[in-house]
């Protein structure tokens, strides 16, 4: 099956720094990533939807100035959130799919997840 | 838009059957996914119905239909592995998935 990774698993940082979450495809080309925020007892939030090579579509309410995404490759997406506060403590959660209708049925696969925590 | 109701908690017993519902309103529709989610973890993939019927796999089944916008996805044989999150989410006319807040399932010995 499709794997995707994510590192780091958990990043503790000091309020005010910026922290790069990178987001990996390893056995096939993601044509559309999709980066997620879930905070404790909630569900997945989609924060954004990016497309290898164009700029990410952010979410309404999403800050895109504050949370970088880069969609450099096919096989790698990187979420920056810049200047972190402890609001932003939560658990990111990237996906990865082949695009728009593709077989079998849309599936997205999910990465482990990376536990920011903002002192 | 979009909009899609689960129950929050739902309790079943060790090696009995439990049936989480989902019912949904959109103006797009590419599918229906059921999610497991543990504590601390990303979701996994269980099951997708895009026809009206009913799929088996395992222990776990799902069933869509869409004229009533009604969704269930059935466990077998309850191990307490199973204590999880279940995540409903409606695959848009965009192919953006939209989730459902999760039904929280505890198994009891």
């Known amino acids: 099956g499709a794997v995707v990774s994510q590192h780091p698993s958990w990043v503790i940082c000091k309020s005010g720094t910026s922290v790069k979450i990178e987001c990996r495809s390893l056995d096939f080309q993601a044509t559309t990533m999709f980066w997620y925020r879930q905070f404790p007892k909630q569900s997945l939030m989609l924060m954004a939807t990016s497309n290898e090579g164009s700029k990410a579509t952010y979410e309404q309410g999403v800050e895109k100035d504050k949370f970088l995404i880069n969609h450099a490759s096919l096989t790698l997406s990187t979420l920056t959130v810049t200047s972190a506060h402890p609001e932003d403590s939560s658990f990111y959660i990237c996906?990865?799919?082949?695009?728009?209708?593709?077989?079998?049925?849309?599936?997205?696969?999910f990465g482990p997840g990376t536990r920011l925590t903002v002192l | 838009g979009q909009n899609i109701d689960q129950p929050t908690e739902m309790t079943a017993t060790e090696g009995a059957i439990v049936q989480i519902n989902c019912t949904y309103q959109t103006s797009g529709f590419n599918g229906l996914f059921w999610y497991q989610q543990h504590a601390g973890e990303a979701p996994t993939f269980l099951s997708y119905?895009?026809l009206d019927g009913l799929e088996e796999k395992g222990r776990f089944s799902s069933f869509l239909s869409r004229s009533k916008g009604y969704s269930y996805l059935l466990l077998k044989e309850l191990q307490m592995k199973d204590s999880a999150s279940y995540l409903c989410a409606l695959m848009d006319s965009n192919y953006q998935l939209i989730w459902g807040a999760g039904t929280k399932l505890i198994i009891k010995p």
């Open positions: 996906s990865a799919s082949l695009g728009r209708g593709e077989e079998p049925y849309n599936e997205q696969f």
């Open positions: 119905n895009v």
